[in-house]
């Protein structure tokens, strides 16, 4: 089940503006959604929050989506939107703004795309004698 993908995403904003306009609709007779959350029944009012809150979070995950490219992540080679579930959402290195997972990055001492050829022996950074000898 793939719940990051923009297409179910897209789907949980419509299917929950359509509810929410149906229950306005039949209920307070507006087109309004807010007059189900001012509506005088206690359950009707969590379910139009419920209703608004989720196709606030879709939308919010919409917006996320479009801002990570459509790249693979550098550590492990895999596309950076599909392996979320798998590899922990997206971060960037602050240095070279290169995009990884979040269990990705976390598993190097440091950023690869920086070091290329740190191999995770060295913890001091300061340790610049041993590419001389
Ligand atoms: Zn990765
Ligand atoms: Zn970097």
Request: charge should be positive; hydrophobic fraction near 40%; charged fraction near 15%.
């Amino acid at each position: 089940m793939n719940q990051l993908s923009p297409k179910n995403l897209l789907s949980a904003v419509v299917g929950a503006v359509i509810l929410l306009e149906i229950l306005s609709l039949s209920l307070t007779s507006s087109h309004y959604p807010w007059g189900v959350l001012s509506h005088p029944s206690l359950g009707l009012r969590i379910i139009g929050w419920v209703l608004i809150c989720q196709s606030g979070f879709a939308l919010m995950a919409l917006g996320v989506m479009a801002l990570i490219p459509d790249k693979p992540c550098p550590i492990c080679c895999r596309d950076l939107k599909r392996f979320i579930p798998v590899y922990g959402i997206p971060v960037f290195c602050p240095r070279c703004m290169s995009m990884f997972h979040q269990n990705c990055f976390k598993s190097k001492p440091r950023c690869p795309v920086c070091f290329p050829q740190d191999e995770g022996e060295s913890t001091n950074p300061l340790d610049f004698t041993r590419d001389w000898t």
